[in-house]
């Protein structure tokens, strides 16, 4: 089993900025890609962006510009900074990793709320 750790959520004024952290207990080396996905309240959970194993990054459009996904491999830690944030991002933000031959893993999600 792998955990994924979510920190870095909180209230923010729209405008503001956040980094969301997602810390692996183990190495994320061996992932074919790690994820963020987020879900408002009686909304579906929606992907907003990943990271491959080599680098490649992807955004929904909803984000794209606004948000940006790296990791830091020797932290065993994927990142997402989001800039100028809207109301409309409050959701909680899940992380979700594929690993090679471990299987998929989901964190526990880290509640953001963008208050206009």
């Known amino acids: 089993q792998v955990q994924l750790v979510e920190s870095g959520g909180g209230l923010v004024r729209a405008g503001g900025s956040l980094r969301l952290s997602c810390l692996a207990s183990?190495?994320?080396?061996?992932?074919?890609?790690i994820a963020w996905y987020r879900q408002a309240p009686g909304e579906q959970r929606e992907w907003v962006a990943s990271i491959t194993s080599s680098g490649s990054t992807h955004y929904a459009n909803s984000v794209k510009g606004r948000f940006t996904i790296s990791r830091d491999n020797a932290k065993n830690t994927v990142y997402l900074q989001m800039n100028s944030l809207k109301p409309e991002d409050t959701a909680v933000y899940y992380c979700?990793?594929?690993?090679?031959?471990?299987?998929?893993?989901w964190g526990q999600g880290t509640q953001v709320t963008v208050s206009s």
């Open positions: 183990a190495s994320i080396f061996s992932v074919n890609f």
């Open positions: 979700h990793a594929e690993y090679i031959y471990r299987g998929n893993f």
